[in-house]
């Protein structure tokens, strides 16, 4: 297999190269490709306006299809484009607590006491009792507390806990738990694979680490999950026949698609699928590899100066707790990333700390970049 010149990937990210950027976490910079495909499709709205609204839908389909098995889905009916994890995952809690109701089932949810507010807050919302746990005991709390719903991110945003999705799948199967997973900080990372995981439903926000903008969220429902039950909300695209433009017609797919309730984000899909032929052609593996790497080196370079907070292994790999998160605890962060951000080096505030993201296009003179920065500063 070819090898990868990473620093030739990185020439595709002028932020990356103009500035020590390790904000991925937050939000990822787009790449010239990218860019260039928002480029194509604004110019065709200014040149054509809509007269050639097909090529979109046409677009969109083959995105879908490209996004389904890159998640691994049985079908792309199982894949639908949302505009953020909060909407997505309200489909979702909504769509579950009405079902569940009617059958007499109680709301609960077993989820972790790290999580972004995007994954427990819908739940919250629709009158589910959430029980949070630390993200490290998870799996063994389903063992212990056999709920029916577990609700988790893949990479906790803050200390860039990585959950091992197959074994947490594989554990939530034997308990008969179903898995709904904010993919958010791993999707354009680490494999995620539905089927493998034995996942329920998942979203991911698309701007960190898929590079691809603002406004894209990606939902994958299980056709058995929407076979089920019946979308909770509702709106002109996701009845079975939109194009018979009934006002009176309330016949909702039974698929993940019907999230698209009106007209979406066309141009923000394209961008997706354009960072995710990139994905295919570097190899997500191989992506992962290298962000564990970098994040490996980031961990060893910055435990000499400060305390990192986040769960780290010698032998990082795809099982690991690691990823490319990770937390430093510093007094007066804010003042710090400022100061940092002044010197070209940005890095977000979070918790109280500062996070530290790195993903393939970064290098270990990034990383140096930024030990020296601090040393200046503690
Ligand atoms: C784990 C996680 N989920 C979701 C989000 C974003 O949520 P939303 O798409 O609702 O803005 C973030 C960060 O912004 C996050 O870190």
């Given at each position: 297999?070819?090898?990868?010149?990473w620093?030739?990937?990185?020439?595709?990210?002028?932020?990356?190269?103009?500035?020590?950027?390790?904000?991925?976490?937050?939000?990822?910079?787009?790449?010239?490709?990218?860019?260039?495909?928002?480029?194509?499709?604004?110019?065709?709205?200014?040149?054509?306006?809509?007269?050639?609204?097909?090529?979109?839908?046409?677009?969109?389909?083959?995105?879908?299809?490209?996004?389904?098995?890159?998640?691994?889905?049985?079908?792309?009916?199982?894949?639908?484009?949302?505009?953020?994890?909060?909407?997505?995952?309200?489909?979702?809690?909504?769509?579950?607590?009405?079902?569940?109701?009617?059958?007499?089932?109680?709301?609960?949810?077993?989820?972790?006491?790290?999580?972004?507010?995007?994954?427990?807050?819908?739940?919250?919302?629709?009158?589910?009792?959430?029980?949070?746990?630390?993200?490290?005991?998870?799996?063994?709390?389903?063992?212990?507390?056999?709920?029916?719903?577990?609700?988790?991110?893949?990479?906790?945003?803050?200390?860039?806990?990585?959950?091992?999705?197959?074994?947490?799948?594989?554990?939530?199967?034997?308990?008969?738990?179903?898995?709904?997973?904010?993919?958010?900080?791993?999707?354009?990372?680490?494999?995620?694979?539905?089927?493998?995981?034995?996942?329920?439903?998942?979203?991911?926000?698309?701007?960190?680490?898929?590079?691809?903008?603002?406004?894209?969220?990606?939902?994958?429902?299980?056709?058995?999950?929407?076979?089920?039950?019946?979308?909770?909300?509702?709106?002109?695209?996701?009845?079975?026949?939109?194009?018979?433009?009934?006002?009176?017609?309330?016949?909702?797919?039974?698929?993940?698609?019907?999230?698209?309730?009106?007209?979406?984000?066309?141009?923000?899909?394209?961008?997706?699928?354009?960072?995710?032929?990139?994905?295919?052609?570097?190899?997500?593996?191989?992506?992962a590899s290298r962000i564990l790497d970098l994040s490996k080196y980031a961990?060893?370079?910055?435990?000499?100066?400060?305390?990192?907070?986040?769960?780290?292994?010698?032998?990082p790999?795809?099982?690991?707790?690691?990823?490319?998160?990770?937390?430093?605890?510093?007094?007066?962060?804010?003042?710090?990333?400022?100061?940092?951000?002044?010197?070209?080096?940005?890095?977000?505030?979070?918790?109280?700390?500062?996070?530290?993201?790195t993903?393939y296009?970064?290098?270990h003179?990034?990383?140096?970049?930024?030990?020296?920065?601090?040393?200046?500063?503690?």
């Amino acid at each position: 297999m070819k090898t990868i010149d990473w620093d030739q990937e990185r020439q595709d990210f002028p932020a990356a190269l103009s500035h020590t950027y390790l904000l991925t976490a937050a939000v990822g910079p787009i790449s010239s490709p990218v860019y260039r495909a928002y480029e194509r499709h604004y110019r065709g709205l200014l040149e054509n306006g809509d007269y050639n609204w097909l090529d979109n839908v046409n677009m969109l389909d083959q995105v879908r299809v490209r996004a389904a098995q890159f998640l691994s889905a049985s079908s792309p009916q199982e894949v639908g484009f949302s505009n953020s994890t909060s909407m997505a995952m309200n489909y979702l809690a909504t769509m579950m607590a009405r079902h569940l109701r009617s059958r007499g089932v109680p709301l609960r949810i077993l989820s972790c006491q790290e999580e972004f507010p995007s994954t427990t807050v819908p739940w919250l919302y629709q009158g589910f009792e959430v029980s949070q746990v630390p993200a490290a005991q998870l799996i063994a709390e389903i063992e212990r507390q056999r709920p029916t719903l577990v609700v988790t991110s893949a990479v906790q945003f803050g200390t860039g806990y990585r959950q091992d999705l197959k074994l947490l799948g594989e554990v939530c199967r034997q308990n008969q738990a179903q898995l709904i997973v904010n993919a958010t900080q791993a999707l354009g990372a680490f494999p995620v694979s539905v089927k493998e995981c034995n996942i329920t439903a998942l979203t991911a926000t698309c701007h960190k680490w898929m590079c691809c903008g603002y406004g894209l969220c990606l939902l994958y429902v299980a056709n058995e999950l929407s076979a089920a039950m019946t979308p909770a909300l509702a709106g002109w695209l996701s009845v079975k026949d939109p194009l018979a433009m009934n006002n009176r017609s309330v016949e909702v797919k039974n698929e993940a698609t019907a999230v698209e309730m009106g007209i979406p984000g066309f141009a923000t899909i394209g961008a997706f699928g354009q960072q995710l032929q990139t994905i295919e052609r570097l190899g997500i593996d191989r992506i992962a590899s290298r962000i564990l790497d970098l994040s490996k080196y980031a961990h060893q370079e910055l435990s000499a100066i400060c305390r990192v907070a986040s769960t780290r292994t010698n032998s990082p790999n795809l099982s690991s707790p690691d990823s490319g998160i990770l937390m430093l605890q510093i007094n007066d962060a804010e003042a710090i990333a400022q100061k940092l951000g002044e010197q070209n080096i940005y890095v977000s505030v979070r918790q109280g700390g500062l996070r530290i993201a790195t993903h393939y296009f970064n290098n270990h003179h990034d990383v140096d970049r930024l030990v020296d920065g601090l040393k200046g500063l503690l």
